[in-house]
């Protein structure tokens, strides 16, 4: 068969099914029920327009107290997220627990409206509006919903968004430093180190810490921060390359003239004996500013 009959008659089947689809007409349902099986069905069939079209007509027409309306709001949800609409999905997401906080799809509700938000923010160099609302989403979910199987789920989400935060700070102090301009990395640096210290950046942050010192001759602080990252982070290689351990002086053997006895100490009188307490290292500073 020719190709372009081929095409024609593949283009004619086409609108054969399209003409013999009936035209989704929501105002059409006589009662409530019969519009949400059929939106539930537009849904399942990723028919995502209809679906929309059939749950934004029961969001706004069902009493307020209807059994039907928490559903609604959810597979609206639903229906936006399909489309990748995320911020209309967010949002009728998020109207299921401020209308039905006791409902049991509120939990539900509130992780995707987290999820929702969090396809938002498409990578940590981005702005990070949607990436706080929906780590904001997530804690206000931990905190909401203490049994809810999906816990772990949510935690995950926080989890990760907490590295995109710490890289975002993380990636802004190493350009000041490629910049030589240490006193903005150090302030970016130790915000990573602060605020997420769990996170795989931590590392690095430290270590940037320590580059930025030494560039600018603040030994003190450089000896500080090394202090920490071995403490934390020991037999790591790269630790090691920008802190290597100070070796220990071996102990000499003493001669036997030096094996003398020492002669005694006179007896302490009791003020003599109130020592002041050790002073150990300070911590490491904690960031005077949050970075813009």
């Given at each position: ?5 081929l095409?024609r008659l ?14 989704f ?5 006589t009662?409530?029920q ?6 539930l069905?537009?849904l399942?069939?990723?028919h ?11 969001t ?14 959810f ?22 627990p ?10 539900d ?5 987290g999820?929702s ?22 804690t206000s ?7 809810s199987?999906l ?19 993380y ?16 302030i970016?640096?130790?915000y990573v ?6 996170t795989?950046?931590?590392k690095?942050?430290?270590i940037?810490?320590?580059q930025?010192?030494?560039a600018i001759?603040?030994r003190e ?16 290689g790269?630790v090691?390359s920008?802190?290597p351990?100070?070796k220990q002086?071996?102990?000499p053997i003493?001669?036997p ?10 007896a302490q009188?009791p003020?003599q004996?109130?020592?002041a307490p ?7 500073e904690?960031?005077g500013?949050?970075?813009?």
């Amino acid at each position: 068969m020719p190709r372009r009959r081929l095409h024609r008659l593949l283009s004619l089947s086409l609108l054969t099914a399209v003409a013999c689809r009936p035209h989704f007409e929501p105002i059409k349902y006589t009662s409530n029920q019969a519009l949400f099986d059929a939106s539930l069905k537009e849904l399942h069939g990723e028919h995502w327009d209809n679906a929309v079209a059939g749950f934004e007509r029961l969001t706004t027409t069902l009493p307020a107290r209807d059994p039907l309306l928490p559903e609604s709001y959810f597979y609206l949800g639903q229906a936006h997220e399909g489309k990748n609409e995320f911020i209309l999905a967010a949002q009728a997401y998020s109207r299921l627990p401020e209308a039905f906080p006791e409902d049991t799809l509120a939990d539900d509700a509130t992780y995707q409206a987290g999820i929702s938000y969090s396809r938002l923010w498409k990578r940590p160099s981005l702005d990070a509006e949607y990436g706080e609302t929906a780590l904001s989403t997530f804690t206000s979910f931990m905190v909401a919903y203490p049994d809810s199987p999906l816990r772990d789920s949510a935690q995950k989400q926080i989890n990760k968004l907490n590295e995109w935060f710490a890289k975002k700070s993380y990636d802004t102090g190493k350009l000041y430093q490629r910049r030589k301009a240490y006193d903005s990395a150090i302030i970016y640096y130790k915000y990573v180190v602060q605020q997420y210290a769990q996170t795989q950046h931590a590392k690095s942050a430290l270590i940037g810490l320590v580059q930025s010192y030494r560039a600018i001759k603040y030994r003190e602080e450089m000896a500080e921060t090394c202090a920490t990252l071995n403490s934390k982070y020991p037999g790591d290689g790269d630790v090691h390359s920008e802190c290597p351990a100070e070796k220990q002086p071996a102990t000499p053997i003493a001669t036997p003239a030096q094996q003398a006895p020492a002669p005694a100490t006179p007896a302490q009188t009791p003020e003599q004996r109130t020592a002041a307490p050790s002073q150990g290292a300070p911590p490491l500073e904690r960031a005077g500013t949050t970075p813009p």
